[in-house]
């Protein structure tokens, strides 16, 4: 694989599958062995002028400091090795390699990510058109499984010619395929579908460096308060139902309540994939990103898959899904890793400072009666102590904003099982499944200044929201069960103004 070279001839059997705010990701279409069951990685860059979203040296100065114990990282020159080296190295170990997916490099011309861009273009959301575009700078990309098929499944037909009109997809192809787009990861037999979650941060932070007036951040979790952030900047239309807490409750309860709100507010926290298709949430990632949602539809799409009455499979699908992630225990590992956050950001700010060897903004910018000997104090720490409290603070950043692919298919009475197995009780039927995490990109120093301003932002939307509320005593509702409704915090934006004070990004 290591000499494989993708040319502009190649391009063409790849096809666009989703993309991120840093990465588009592609399927392949072709019927190359090595490729087949495989997506593409590709790094994009801003539409402002700069060279790459990621800056394509590797570690700054700082950075070599914070992770000098990983040697396999502070020896990588390039970026792009280094995302993949920080994977294999730290992100795996953590969370459980049969979890993760390090991928492997494989080197491209100029030609083929400039043919990538101009096949793809018309499939991606015009807003992600509008700010990214393929970083033709970059010699490699990362080949990864395709977490939403499950490739030894596929049966291969008879191929289709160059420039021949495929029966089932309607593409004229332009070389000779095996597979179409559409059968790419289309199981013959039996459907795959598949669910990808970005839980977020699922605990609240106990930190005694929380202020005193950020002490809110101890009792509602930040997905919550972030939604009033991206409300006031109509990043979302409405207040999502989803809890992190609940998912990551370790209950079945907790996990199924869960689920049931991302189905409901799926945002950028839940997908449906049917064969690598998405059948269910929003194509191109972000919390804007185009809705091809399907509705009552979806009861449809299950129909080859869930064997229940009309009206039931949706539900019986989301009990499948909070079992699965009860049984598989992938979320406990993730908290794990996201508990490695244990300065919160108010803390560990301090640290940062220490190891850029700058003056503190923060401590500078505490009045006097606020500035307590605790802040101060960490300024006279060891280095290594800062290094460990900022690197652990990174790590779990990571943890806080990947996101988890679980992939199920019937399971055959004839097959000889190749993954785990969960049990849906309410249909009586057995599905193979597996979960992997996607998403552990590496975070940037340099971030953790816009990590502090952004936390502050939040708490201040929140709190400021919440104030209004209580003056103007309206929108709460006391559901049946006695909590009060969410949806409350869905008030007319002009409740915000007060607190907050800018843009979330
Ligand atoms: O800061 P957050 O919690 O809003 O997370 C960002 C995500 O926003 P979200 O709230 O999940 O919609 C954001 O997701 P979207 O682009 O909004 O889909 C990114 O994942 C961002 O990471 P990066 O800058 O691409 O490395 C994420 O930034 P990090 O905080 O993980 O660095
Ligand atoms: N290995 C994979 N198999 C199948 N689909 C994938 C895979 N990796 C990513 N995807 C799809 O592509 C989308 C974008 O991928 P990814 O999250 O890696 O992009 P990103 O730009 O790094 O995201 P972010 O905005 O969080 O930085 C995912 O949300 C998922 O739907
Ligand atoms: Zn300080």
Redesign the pocket.
Known sequence: MEKVILEEKDAVDWIYRGEGAANLILAYTGSSPAFIGKVLRIQKSQRNGKSGVKEGRALTTHERLLWRENKELTASSNREILEQLYVKHVMSPLLGPKHVDVGIRVLVTKEFLKSVEKNVTCHRPAWRVHSSQVDVNRDSVLILSDHSIFPDGLEVREGLGSGSQCVICLEIYRSYVTLCRLEVGNLKREPCITVEIKPKCGFLPISRFITEENAVKRNVVRFRMHQALKLHNQEISEYSEYNPLDLFSGSREGIQKAIEALYATPQNNFRVFLNGSIVFGGLGGGTNSTTVQVGEAFEDILKNFIQADNGQRTTSFLQLVAETIYTSGALEQLLEVQKLDTYDIEGAI?AY?NIISQP?M??RELSKDKLSCR?TS??SIPLDQSLKIVKDYLIAATAKDCSLMISFRPKEDGRLPSHNTVYLGSTNQAFEYKVYFIDLDLKPLKKMEAYYELDKKIVSCYSQMVKTEHETDKAVTINSNGSVRDQRYALEDGLFTEGCTGKCK
């Open positions: 301090h400072y503190c923060v401590c802040y960490l300024h």
